[in-house]
């Protein structure tokens, strides 16, 4: 197993006194651990209102009711599906027919609990990739706890049993991973080969082509990116008449540059490899399916046509026939063009259509787009008609090899998810329909979804959306954000806040706040490097016209958010603590300065910037939560949850926030799940837990007289 330890922490700064909470195995720091989840479970998770609390959420997540997603792989559908029977979970399948009938007859192809038991190890699924034509066989990624680290090992779908090694299997013990088939006994791979192969961000660097009955240790190096680089890989298209090699590196978070590996031999396990890069802007988005060429620049592009120059604004998507444009060709359709309230959202192939979902005020449409015949001749795009329900409908599964079937799910925050299975047109859609539906997990009589505009400082207009039952006085509100690499934020069920949050008369709000992409790219790349402070201004605007608008009151007004959102959540605390009265931050960054040496830190320097340099340090330094502890400034309640297992965002953040805040005499909960990975529990029972925990602590802070300062959980 991979030791749970960062060895990029060879520069400890002396000045921090907390440092040794970085040792995220230590047993110091996991006895620190243990007493503060121990305080924080006796002060918020004992008790029969809690049980009682952790026994909703947990029906909910482990209701049969819920909709068994599925994805298409030749002629079955499979599902990976997790409940009270099986914690870990079965991964399954059926055919459509099947999935269609009252009661689906599913196939059990894995058993993960079955397979945890025998072998003694939490494992946690993370994925199967089937060899195609023949799907016969599987590359199955398991990890411990949660982990984004993986161990890979062949399935064969026939027998339904691993391959062992002693067979001529396939196996990659755990490391960050990837890994893909060009045939039966060749895989492409890159993995922790040891020293160098793996990047400052903790991705591989290497890839290799291996072939089955040789050591893993032995096969040749087809491609090799730079150690700065966030990853570089290498994958196969096995696209009958397309099958191509692509090599692929990220420069950083949001630059990357592709091209095409080609092997001078008789096939692709010999010969010399070499790589013809494609002359695309590095921030772009790339694709390429069978003949066309897709590219969605992230900053406005200027490229020289027959006509004359030509500029492709940011967030457009353009399209071109794929040899056209590597002989010089750049007369490139426009699919999408944005505008100031709408964006691409999504865009996903089938087999003969191209799917385009698009957001405007952070409200989606879909629409199907068909290529011509003649790659220099117009494409004809159309809306998919889909009623006038306000909900969020997105594509969440195509089968581009199969055909032009393909699956969407709509909600919102007050409608149940369904999903829906379509054909694509020329002409749109015929025969979409309801194939599955999940009942409500809440009663939403009296409730509404409304949606706001709040003023930034900057004058920026920042669109948010408020659900739960009007009232003429104030009631307990949370407030959720995120902030950061262009993730856009829409509105969906969740049965579990419906139940323990608003079915109680209490308020959510999102906030589509600057950093995420609600607006395209330019909603993204205007809050990057100094101007990052604008993403905590966006949030706070937010808070303030809640109040403003009698929602809510500061005192009743909480804030929630994990990750980048729970970076968010710590500026919060620390720069606009007198706009909250609680406030839950998970899985979070809070070390600005030390982020870049931790785990996979290195690869967020594009988006936050780089520490280590004087005047990037400099705007970094004045929101780095962790520098920025006050000891004259009132705090509200914070609850900080992390997971030992999260070997993305460093454990280390929340620990040494936590003890700072203590230091301080500040009211500060702590919990962290030794299991879970970035995602923060290994399964129902921990998210349960978990959701419970932080449920309760906001309806005893918030409530009326609730929020104290100076109280300390040490256990």
């Known amino acids: 197993m991979v030791p749970m330890t960062d060895p990029k922490n060879a520069a400890p700064d002396s000045t921090d006194p907390n440092l040794w909470l970085e040792d995220i195995t230590g047993d110091d720091a996991l006895g620190w651990v243990r007493e503060h989840n121990g305080g924080t479970v006796d002060r918020f998770a004992t008790g029969d209102d809690f049980e009682t609390l952790r026994k909703e959420v947990l029906d909910v997540l482990d209701s049969d009711a819920r909709i068994p997603y599925v994805r298409r792989r030749g002629e079955h559908l499979y599902n990976y599906w997790r409940d009270g029977e099986h914690p870990r979970g079965i991964w399954r399948r059926t055919t459509l027919a099947g999935y269609r009938s009252p009661e689906t007859d599913w196939e059990v192809v894995i058993d993960l609990d079955a397979i945890a038991a025998e072998e003694d190890v939490n494992w946690v699924w993370g994925g199967a990739q089937l060899l195609r034509p023949d799907l016969d066989r599987g590359l199955v990624s398991l990890s411990v706890g949660g982990a984004d680290a993986v161990v890979v090992r062949e399935f064969d779908m026939t027998t339904r049993r691993f391959v062992p090694e002693s067979e001529g299997g396939f196996f990659v013990p755990e490391a960050k991973t990837r890994v893909g088939w060009i045939d039966r006994d060749t895989v492409y791979i890159g993995s922790d080969f040891g020293p160098g192969s793996m990047t400052d961000s903790g991705y591989p660097r290497t890839s290799r082509r291996w072939t089955r009955g040789t050591a893993l240790a032995d096969?040749?190096?087809?491609?090799?990116?730079?150690?700065?680089?966030?990853s570089a890989g290498v994958s196969y298209d096995s696209t009958p008449g397309f099958e191509r090699t692509f090599a692929s590196r990220a420069i950083d978070f949001y630059n990357s540059e592709i091209g095409l590996l080609t092997t001078d031999g008789a096939d692709a396990a010999g010969g010399t490899d070499s790589i013809e890069w494609l002359d695309v802007p590095t921030d772009a988005s790339v694709d390429v399916n069978e003949r066309w060429l897709t590219i969605r620049p992230m900053t406005d592009w200027e490229v020289t046509t027959?006509?004359?120059?030509?500029?492709?604004?940011?967030?457009?998507?353009?399209?071109?026939?794929?040899?056209?444009?590597?002989?010089?060709?750049?007369e490139l359709t426009t699919l999408f063009t944005p505008d100031e309230h709408r964006s691409l959202h999504q865009y996903a192939w089938t087999k003969n259509f191209l799917l385009l979902g698009g957001l405007t005020d952070v409200k989606t449409d879909l629409s199907v787009a068909t290529p011509p015949t003649d790659p220099t001749a117009p494409w004809s795009i159309v809306p998919l008609d889909l009623g006038d329900e306000p909900v969020t409908t997105e594509v969440i599964a195509t089968a581009s090899r199969e055909g032009d079937e393909f699956w969407l799910s709509a909600s919102g925050f007050l409608t149940p998810p369904t999903?829906?299975?379509?054909?694509?047109?020329?002409?749109?859609?015929?025969?979409?329909?309801?194939?599955?539906?999940?009942?409500?997990?809440?009663?939403?009589?009296?409730?509404?979804?409304?949606?706001?505009?709040?003023?930034?400082?900057?004058?920026?207009?920042v669109p948010y959306f408020v659900v739960g039952t009007p009232s003429e006085t104030p009631v307990p509100t949370l407030l959720y954000g995120y902030g950061g690499f262009e993730v856009s934020l829409t509105p969906s069920y969740s049965g579990v806040i419906g139940r323990t949050w608003l079915e109680p008369g209490n308020t959510y709000v999102l906030a589509n706040i600057r950093g995420g992409g609600e607006y395209g790219p330019s909603w993204h790349t205007q809050v990057l490097g100094p101007n990052r402070y604008k993403v905590a201004e966006d949030?706070?605007?937010?808070?303030?016209?809640?109040?403003?608008r009698g929602i809510t009151t500061t005192a009743q007004l909480g804030a929630r958010g994990g990750s980048n959102g729970g970076l968010l959540m710590g500026i919060m605390l620390t720069a606009y603590p007198e706009l909250f009265g609680a406030i839950v931050c998970e899985v979070p960054l809070l070390d600005m300065r030390r982020y870049h040496l931790l785990l996979a830190g290195a690869s967020w320097v594009a988006e936050y910037g780089d520490p280590d340099d004087p005047k990037q340090w400099e705007f970094i330094s004045k929101y780095s939560p962790y520098q920025n502890i006050s000891t004259d400034r009132a705090y509200p309640p914070v609850l900080i949850a992390t997971s030992t297992r999260d070997d993305r965002v460093h454990p280390g953040h929340a620990r040494k926030m936590a003890a700072a805040l203590e230091a301080t005499d500040r009211t500060?909960?702590?919990?962290?799940?030794?299991?879970?990975?970035?995602?923060?529990?290994?399964?129902?029972?921990?998210?349960?837990?978990?959701?419970?925990?932080?449920?309760?602590?906001?309806?005893?802070?918030?409530?009326?007289?609730?929020?104290?300062?100076?109280?300390?959980?040490?256990?």
């Open 219 to 230: 096969a040749p190096t087809v491609y090799e990116g730079l150690a700065t680089d966030v």
């Open 306 to 330: 027959a006509a004359g120059a030509v500029v492709h604004p940011a967030g457009s998507l353009l399209t071109i026939d794929f040899d056209a444009y590597r002989a010089g060709s750049r």
């Open 419 to 461: 999903l829906l299975r379509g054909e694509a047109k020329a002409d749109g859609a015929t025969g979409v329909e309801v194939v599955a539906a999940t009942p409500t997990f809440f009663d939403s009589t009296g409730m509404t979804v409304r949606q706001f505009f709040a003023t930034s400082a900057d004058g920026t207009a």
């Open 539 to 548: 949030f706070a605007a937010v808070a303030r016209d809640l109040v403003d």
């Open 668 to 715: 500060v909960f702590y919990y962290e799940n030794i299991e879970g990975g970035h995602g923060g529990a290994a399964d129902n029972s921990q998210a349960a837990f978990k959701s419970a925990l932080a449920t309760t602590f906001l309806r005893e802070t918030l409530a009326p007289g609730g929020g104290t300062t100076g109280e300390i959980s040490k256990g």
